[in-house]
Protein backbone atom coordinates (compact mmCIF):
# COMPACT_ATOMS: atom_id res chain seq x y z
CA UNK A 1 0.00 0.00 0.00
CA UNK A 2 1.09 3.87 -0.65
CA UNK A 3 0.06 6.32 2.10
CA UNK A 4 1.08 10.08 2.13
CA UNK A 5 0.62 11.49 5.52
CA UNK A 6 -0.16 15.12 5.58
CA UNK A 7 1.16 17.73 8.26
CA UNK A 8 1.92 20.61 9.35
CA UNK A 9 5.46 19.91 11.64
CA UNK A 10 8.36 20.51 10.22
CA UNK A 11 11.21 17.13 9.81
CA UNK A 12 13.17 16.40 11.61
CA UNK A 13 10.59 16.53 14.29
CA UNK A 14 10.84 18.26 17.02
CA UNK A 15 7.46 17.51 18.90
CA UNK A 16 4.76 15.07 19.54
CA UNK A 17 2.62 15.16 16.16
CA UNK A 18 6.05 15.28 14.17
CA UNK A 19 7.16 12.47 15.97
CA UNK A 20 3.78 10.38 15.22
CA UNK A 21 4.03 10.82 11.77
CA UNK A 22 7.26 9.88 11.56
CA UNK A 23 7.32 7.14 13.69
CA UNK A 24 3.75 5.87 12.41
CA UNK A 25 5.56 5.98 8.73
CA UNK A 26 8.65 4.32 9.97
CA UNK A 27 6.45 1.38 11.22
CA UNK A 28 4.47 1.02 8.25
CA UNK A 29 7.84 1.21 5.70
CA UNK A 30 8.63 -1.85 7.79
CA UNK A 31 5.87 -3.95 7.59
CA UNK A 32 6.01 -3.33 3.68
CA UNK A 33 4.25 -0.19 2.76
CA UNK A 34 5.64 2.48 0.99
CA UNK A 35 5.15 6.20 2.70
CA UNK A 36 5.32 9.69 1.48
CA UNK A 37 4.82 12.52 3.89
CA UNK A 38 4.16 16.16 2.95
CA UNK A 39 5.06 18.74 5.27
CA UNK A 40 6.02 22.67 5.18
CA UNK A 41 9.44 23.94 3.57
CA UNK A 42 10.60 27.08 3.38
CA UNK A 43 10.09 29.95 0.52
CA UNK A 44 11.93 27.83 -2.42
CA UNK A 45 10.60 25.11 -4.15
CA UNK A 46 9.46 21.70 -3.17
CA UNK A 47 12.80 19.67 -2.12
CA UNK A 48 12.30 15.77 -1.24
CA UNK A 49 14.80 13.38 0.71
CA UNK A 50 14.37 9.78 0.99
CA UNK A 51 15.18 9.08 5.37
CA UNK A 52 15.00 5.14 6.03
CA UNK A 53 12.75 4.60 3.46
CA UNK A 54 10.41 7.40 4.19
CA UNK A 55 10.12 10.15 1.32
CA UNK A 56 9.89 13.51 3.12
CA UNK A 57 8.49 16.47 0.23
CA UNK A 58 8.90 19.78 1.89
CA UNK A 59 6.33 21.96 0.18
CA UNK A 60 6.76 25.64 -0.45
CA UNK A 61 5.36 27.64 2.84
CA UNK A 62 5.13 31.08 3.36
CA UNK A 63 4.10 32.58 7.36
CA UNK A 64 1.18 34.78 6.09
CA UNK A 65 -0.92 34.82 9.05
CA UNK A 66 -3.45 34.02 9.25
CA UNK A 67 -4.12 32.73 5.97
CA UNK A 68 -0.84 30.34 5.58
CA UNK A 69 -2.48 27.33 5.64
CA UNK A 70 -4.50 27.85 2.35
CA UNK A 71 -1.84 29.42 0.76
CA UNK A 72 0.31 26.31 1.48
CA UNK A 73 -2.17 24.58 -0.08
CA UNK A 74 -2.36 26.22 -3.26
CA UNK A 75 1.71 26.20 -3.50
CA UNK A 76 1.88 22.33 -3.15
CA UNK A 77 -1.59 21.72 -5.11
CA UNK A 78 0.44 20.27 -7.92
CA UNK A 79 2.52 18.21 -6.05
CA UNK A 80 -0.31 16.78 -4.45
CA UNK A 81 -1.82 15.88 -7.63
CA UNK A 82 1.55 14.28 -8.84
CA UNK A 83 1.70 12.18 -5.72
CA UNK A 84 -1.66 11.49 -6.48
CA UNK A 85 -1.28 9.65 -9.53
CA UNK A 86 0.61 6.58 -7.27
CA UNK A 87 -1.07 7.12 -3.34
CA UNK A 88 -3.49 5.02 -2.40
CA UNK A 89 -4.44 6.77 0.55
CA UNK A 90 -4.37 10.27 1.91
CA UNK A 91 -3.43 11.08 5.62
CA UNK A 92 -3.95 13.97 6.95
CA UNK A 93 -2.86 14.89 10.90
CA UNK A 94 -4.60 18.16 12.47
CA UNK A 95 -4.09 20.77 12.72
CA UNK A 96 -3.76 23.65 10.44
CA UNK A 97 -3.33 21.54 7.33
CA UNK A 98 -5.02 21.97 4.27
CA UNK A 99 -7.51 19.96 2.17
CA UNK A 100 -6.66 18.38 -1.45
CA UNK A 101 -8.91 17.65 -4.16
CA UNK A 102 -6.74 14.34 -4.87
CA UNK A 103 -10.18 11.65 -5.53
CA UNK A 104 -8.51 9.40 -2.87
CA UNK A 105 -9.67 8.08 -0.16
CA UNK A 106 -8.46 9.90 2.69
CA UNK A 107 -8.11 9.16 6.28
CA UNK A 108 -8.06 12.41 9.15
CA UNK A 109 -6.36 11.67 12.65
CA UNK A 110 -7.33 14.77 15.13
CA UNK A 111 -4.50 15.25 17.71
CA UNK A 112 -6.33 18.72 19.32
CA UNK A 113 -9.45 19.75 17.72
CA UNK A 114 -8.48 23.65 17.41
CA UNK A 115 -11.86 24.49 19.61
CA UNK A 116 -10.84 22.73 22.42
CA UNK A 117 -7.22 23.61 22.11
CA UNK A 118 -7.85 27.75 21.78
CA UNK A 119 -10.29 27.80 24.34
CA UNK A 120 -7.85 26.18 27.06
CA UNK A 121 -5.18 28.75 25.97
CA UNK A 122 -5.90 32.53 27.97
CA UNK A 123 -5.17 35.71 26.26
CA UNK A 124 -2.80 37.02 28.82
CA UNK A 125 0.13 37.60 25.80
CA UNK A 126 0.61 38.70 22.30
CA UNK A 127 0.83 34.47 21.66
CA UNK A 128 -2.49 33.68 23.39
CA UNK A 129 -3.94 36.48 21.37
CA UNK A 130 -2.66 36.11 17.79
CA UNK A 131 -4.26 32.25 18.15
CA UNK A 132 -7.73 33.60 19.36
CA UNK A 133 -7.59 35.80 16.58
CA UNK A 134 -6.68 32.86 14.02
CA UNK A 135 -9.14 30.41 15.62
CA UNK A 136 -12.13 31.39 13.27
CA UNK A 137 -9.95 30.54 10.22
CA UNK A 138 -8.92 27.18 11.73
CA UNK A 139 -11.90 25.95 12.38
CA UNK A 140 -13.75 26.32 9.24
CA UNK A 141 -10.50 25.20 7.88
CA UNK A 142 -11.12 21.86 10.47
CA UNK A 143 -14.91 21.57 9.74
CA UNK A 144 -13.51 20.92 6.02
CA UNK A 145 -11.04 18.06 6.87
CA UNK A 146 -13.87 16.36 8.55
CA UNK A 147 -16.72 17.23 6.33
CA UNK A 148 -14.66 15.76 3.29
CA UNK A 149 -13.00 12.58 5.07
CA UNK A 150 -14.25 9.43 4.32
CA UNK A 151 -13.12 8.18 7.74
CA UNK A 152 -11.89 10.22 11.21
CA UNK A 153 -9.88 8.89 13.93
CA UNK A 154 -8.32 10.48 17.35
CA UNK A 155 -5.80 9.90 19.38
CA UNK A 156 -7.49 9.65 22.45
CA UNK A 157 -11.37 9.54 23.64
CA UNK A 158 -11.39 12.52 25.17
CA UNK A 159 -10.54 13.97 21.53
CA UNK A 160 -13.33 12.28 20.25
CA UNK A 161 -15.75 13.36 22.26
CA UNK A 162 -15.07 16.79 21.74
CA UNK A 163 -15.24 16.38 17.84
CA UNK A 164 -19.37 16.97 19.06
CA UNK A 165 -18.25 20.73 18.89
CA UNK A 166 -18.13 20.15 15.42
CA UNK A 167 -21.02 18.48 14.60
CA UNK A 168 -19.80 14.89 14.19
CA UNK A 169 -20.40 12.40 16.99
CA UNK A 170 -17.80 10.32 19.00
CA UNK A 171 -19.27 7.00 17.32
CA UNK A 172 -18.33 7.99 14.28
CA UNK A 173 -14.71 8.17 14.99
CA UNK A 174 -12.22 5.63 15.85
CA UNK A 175 -9.54 5.66 18.39
CA UNK A 176 -6.55 4.24 17.74
CA UNK A 177 -4.28 6.07 20.67
CA UNK A 178 -0.53 7.30 19.95
CA UNK A 179 2.30 4.83 20.34
CA UNK A 180 5.80 4.50 21.06
CA UNK A 181 9.04 3.36 20.05
CA UNK A 182 9.72 0.33 22.65
CA UNK A 183 13.00 -0.51 20.65
CA UNK A 184 14.55 2.87 21.56
CA UNK A 185 12.21 3.40 24.92
CA UNK A 186 12.40 0.77 27.58
CA UNK A 187 13.21 0.55 31.51
CA UNK A 188 16.85 0.62 32.20
CA UNK A 189 18.61 -1.96 34.08
CA UNK A 190 19.80 -0.19 36.72
CA UNK A 191 17.71 2.27 39.02
CA UNK A 192 18.59 5.90 38.54
CA UNK A 193 20.84 7.69 40.54
CA UNK A 194 19.87 8.18 44.32
CA UNK A 195 22.41 10.37 44.92
CA UNK A 196 21.31 13.15 42.55
CA UNK A 197 17.85 12.69 42.13
CA UNK A 198 15.74 14.68 39.76
CA UNK A 199 12.11 15.19 38.38
CA UNK A 200 11.39 15.11 34.45
CA UNK A 201 8.97 16.61 32.22
CA UNK A 202 9.68 17.51 28.14
CA UNK A 203 7.57 19.09 25.58
CA UNK A 204 7.22 22.05 23.92
CA UNK A 205 7.26 25.18 26.14
CA UNK A 206 4.15 26.74 24.80
CA UNK A 207 0.71 27.45 26.17
CA UNK A 208 -1.59 25.30 27.80
CA UNK A 209 1.23 22.81 28.97
CA UNK A 210 1.06 23.45 32.42
CA UNK A 211 4.72 24.88 32.97
CA UNK A 212 3.78 27.48 34.93
CA UNK A 213 2.37 25.13 37.84
CA UNK A 214 5.57 22.62 37.23
CA UNK A 215 7.60 25.59 38.43
CA UNK A 216 5.29 26.36 41.11
CA UNK A 217 5.01 22.86 42.18
CA UNK A 218 8.76 22.47 41.91
CA UNK A 219 9.45 25.82 44.51
CA UNK A 220 6.55 23.36 46.96
CA UNK A 221 8.48 20.12 46.61
CA UNK A 222 12.37 22.19 47.00
CA UNK A 223 10.89 23.65 50.11
CA UNK A 224 11.24 20.23 51.63
CA UNK A 225 13.48 18.35 49.65
CA UNK A 226 16.23 20.67 48.58
CA UNK A 227 18.43 18.10 47.48
CA UNK A 228 16.23 17.14 43.88
CA UNK A 229 16.20 18.68 40.68
CA UNK A 230 13.20 19.41 38.07
CA UNK A 231 14.90 19.11 34.38
CA UNK A 232 12.58 20.25 31.94
CA UNK A 233 13.44 19.67 27.88
CA UNK A 234 12.03 21.53 25.06
CA UNK A 235 12.05 24.92 23.43
CA UNK A 236 9.19 27.25 22.84
CA UNK A 237 7.63 31.06 22.76
CA UNK A 238 7.24 30.57 26.85
CA UNK A 239 10.87 29.84 27.23
CA UNK A 240 11.79 33.62 27.88
CA UNK A 241 8.62 34.22 30.95
CA UNK A 242 9.46 30.30 32.30
CA UNK A 243 13.31 31.67 33.01
CA UNK A 244 12.21 34.62 34.51
CA UNK A 245 9.28 32.75 36.88
CA UNK A 246 12.45 30.23 37.79
CA UNK A 247 14.74 33.37 38.74
CA UNK A 248 11.99 35.38 40.86
CA UNK A 249 11.80 32.18 42.80
CA UNK A 250 15.62 32.04 43.05
CA UNK A 251 15.40 28.74 41.58
CA UNK A 252 18.16 29.05 38.79
CA UNK A 253 20.12 26.08 40.35
CA UNK A 254 17.49 23.57 40.88
CA UNK A 255 14.71 23.76 38.08
CA UNK A 256 16.84 23.83 34.87
CA UNK A 257 15.45 24.23 31.30
CA UNK A 258 17.62 22.00 29.10
CA UNK A 259 16.22 22.88 25.83
CA UNK A 260 15.86 20.76 23.04
CA UNK A 261 17.57 17.49 23.86
CA UNK A 262 18.78 15.63 20.43
CA UNK A 263 18.61 12.43 20.03
CA UNK A 264 16.33 9.98 21.36
CA UNK A 265 18.50 7.51 22.85
CA UNK A 266 19.18 10.58 25.09
CA UNK A 267 15.97 11.69 25.86
CA UNK A 268 15.41 8.08 27.04
CA UNK A 269 18.12 8.11 29.30
CA UNK A 270 17.25 11.15 30.75
CA UNK A 271 13.35 9.55 30.90
CA UNK A 272 15.57 6.26 33.02
CA UNK A 273 17.17 8.64 35.31
CA UNK A 274 14.30 10.33 36.66
CA UNK A 275 12.61 9.56 40.02
CA UNK A 276 9.52 10.36 38.26
CA UNK A 277 8.28 11.81 35.03
CA UNK A 278 6.09 14.72 35.64
CA UNK A 279 3.25 16.15 33.31
CA UNK A 280 1.28 19.38 34.34
CA UNK A 281 -0.38 20.23 30.87
CA UNK A 282 -4.12 22.00 31.05
CA UNK A 283 -4.85 20.38 27.92
CA UNK A 284 -3.29 17.58 25.67
CA UNK A 285 -4.18 15.10 23.29
CA UNK A 286 -2.47 11.93 24.06
CA UNK A 287 1.44 13.34 24.80
CA UNK A 288 4.02 10.87 23.35
CA UNK A 289 6.00 12.05 26.17
CA UNK A 290 4.45 10.62 28.80
CA UNK A 291 3.73 7.36 27.02
CA UNK A 292 7.57 7.08 26.12
CA UNK A 293 8.00 8.04 29.90
CA UNK A 294 6.26 4.54 30.90
CA UNK A 295 7.80 2.94 28.52
CA UNK A 296 11.16 3.68 29.98
CA UNK A 297 9.03 2.03 33.19
CA UNK A 298 9.12 5.20 34.75
CA UNK A 299 6.38 6.25 37.95
CA UNK A 300 4.31 9.41 36.25
CA UNK A 301 2.26 12.27 37.87
CA UNK A 302 -0.02 13.58 34.94
CA UNK A 303 -2.95 16.11 34.82
CA UNK A 304 -6.26 14.57 34.54
CA UNK A 305 -6.66 15.68 31.55
CA UNK A 306 -7.79 14.99 27.74
CA UNK A 307 -5.44 11.48 26.84
CA UNK A 308 -4.19 10.65 30.27
CA UNK A 309 -7.19 9.67 31.40
CA UNK A 310 -7.31 6.69 28.71
CA UNK A 311 -3.74 5.07 29.59
CA UNK A 312 -3.39 6.48 33.32
CA UNK A 313 -5.37 4.03 35.97
CA UNK A 314 -5.14 6.55 38.98
CA UNK A 315 -2.47 4.78 41.66
CA UNK A 316 -2.25 1.67 39.13
CA UNK A 317 0.24 2.75 36.65
CA UNK A 318 0.45 6.43 37.49
CA UNK A 319 -0.78 9.01 39.96
CA UNK A 320 -3.49 11.80 38.35
CA UNK A 321 -4.30 14.92 40.05
CA UNK A 322 -6.29 17.78 38.91
CA UNK A 323 -5.60 20.45 36.22
CA UNK A 324 -4.26 23.93 37.50
CA UNK A 325 -3.39 22.61 41.06
CA UNK A 326 0.58 23.01 41.80
CA UNK A 327 0.11 22.03 45.19
CA UNK A 328 -1.68 18.82 44.51
CA UNK A 329 0.80 18.05 42.07
CA UNK A 330 3.51 18.47 44.69
CA UNK A 331 1.87 16.20 46.97
CA UNK A 332 1.62 13.58 44.50
CA UNK A 333 5.32 13.90 44.21
CA UNK A 334 6.49 14.25 47.45
CA UNK A 335 4.19 10.81 48.14
CA UNK A 336 6.60 9.30 45.54
CA UNK A 337 10.02 10.38 47.51
CA UNK A 338 8.36 9.08 50.32
CA UNK A 339 7.41 5.68 49.48
CA UNK A 340 9.45 4.48 46.90
CA UNK A 341 8.24 0.95 46.73
CA UNK A 342 4.43 2.91 45.22
CA UNK A 343 7.07 4.70 42.97
CA UNK A 344 8.50 1.39 41.59
CA UNK A 345 4.91 -0.79 40.99
CA UNK A 346 3.37 2.06 39.27
CA UNK A 347 6.72 2.65 37.24
CA UNK A 348 6.29 -1.52 36.63
CA UNK A 349 2.76 -1.56 35.60
CA UNK A 350 3.65 1.86 34.00
CA UNK A 351 5.62 -0.56 30.69
CA UNK A 352 3.47 -3.07 30.52
CA UNK A 353 0.55 -0.64 29.44
CA UNK A 354 2.69 0.65 26.94
CA UNK A 355 3.95 -3.06 25.71
CA UNK A 356 0.26 -3.64 25.65
CA UNK A 357 -1.53 -1.52 24.07
CA UNK A 358 0.58 1.50 23.42
CA UNK A 359 3.72 -0.08 21.11
CA UNK A 360 3.90 1.24 17.58
CA UNK A 361 3.71 -2.63 16.84
CA UNK A 362 0.28 -2.26 17.67
CA UNK A 363 -0.77 1.18 17.24
CA UNK A 364 0.66 0.88 13.28
CA UNK A 365 -1.59 -2.57 12.64
CA UNK A 366 -4.97 -0.47 13.47
CA UNK A 367 -4.05 1.68 11.26
CA UNK A 368 -3.63 -0.60 8.58
CA UNK A 369 -6.78 -1.64 9.36
CA UNK A 370 -8.10 1.84 8.97
CA UNK A 371 -6.58 1.91 5.70
CA UNK A 372 -7.75 -1.47 4.51
CA UNK A 373 -11.41 -0.67 6.06
CA UNK A 374 -11.14 2.64 3.86
CA UNK A 375 -10.01 1.12 0.63
CA UNK A 376 -12.70 -1.59 0.50
CA UNK A 377 -15.21 1.39 0.95
CA UNK A 378 -13.87 3.49 -1.33
CA UNK A 379 -13.86 0.60 -4.06
CA UNK A 380 -17.63 -0.77 -3.93
Given at each position: ?25 R ?7 Q???L ?18 W ?93 M ?116 A ?31 V ?30 A ?49
Open positions: MHICMIVSSPFPPREGIGFYVWNLSYLTGLGHVDITRGGRSPATHTVVEGVTIEGRFFPVFPFHVHLHGWLTRKLVRKLASRVEVFHYHTPLVPWYETGRPALVTVHTPMKSDTASIPARSVLGWLIKLQAPISYRLEQMLFERAGLTAVASSVAEEMAAYGIMPGRVSVLGNGVDTDVFFPAMIEPDRNQPYFFSAGRLAPRKGLEDLVECARLVLQKYPDHRFLIAGTGPLERMLRGQIERRNLGDRVILLGHVSGRASLDLYRGATAFVHAAHYEGLPTVLLEAMACGRPVSTAVSGALDVIEHEHNGLLVPPREPVQLSAITRLIQDPSLAENLGTAACRTIEERYSWHVVARRYLAEYEALLHGAAQ
